[in-house]
Nanobody, 123 residues
Framework: QVQFVESGGGLVQPGGSLRLSCAAS????????LSWYRQAPGKERELVAG?????????YADGVKGRFTISRDNARKNTVYLQMNSLKPEDTAVYYC???????????????WGQGTQVTVSS
């Protein structure tokens, strides 16, 4: 069964950093692109960053370019990471990962959302 388990969120001051992790299972991890998404209160879930199956290419939402970095570990941990620097209050949201590249999750993955991890940026 497909499963995503996100962790690493928390409360951080503006300008601070966090590193999110997402452990994936139930599919061939190294074959698929992966993405981080976020959902703020009262807003739709949006794509934050994506990475191809090999890690050779990445894409980012305009609002996080230059501040966030997505990476993945195909060899040992079946985990995708999101390093978030220079955090802003508008980054406050629940962060999720899923199989996907641009737009929403890949077909067959749209119902497989983890519990997410809460990121709160506030002084």
């Amino acid at each position: 069964q497909v499963q995503f388990v996100e962790s690493g969120g928390g409360l951080v001051q503006p300008g601070g950093s966090l590193r999110l992790s997402c452990a994936a299972s139930g599919f061939t991890f190294s074959n698929l692109p992966l993405s981080w998404y976020r959902q703020a209160p009262g807003k739709e879930r949006e794509l934050v960053a994506g990475i191809t199956s090999t890690g050779g290419s990445t894409n980012y939402a305009d609002g996080v370019k230059g501040r966030f970095t997505i990476s993945r570990d195909n060899a040992r941990k079946n985990t995708v990471y999101l390093q978030m620097n220079s955090l802003k209050p508008e980054d406050t949201a629940v962060y999720y990962c899923n199989a996907g590249w641009v737009g929403g999750p890949l077909p067959g993955f749209t119902n497989y959302w983890g519990q997410g991890t809460q990121v709160t940026v506030s002084s």
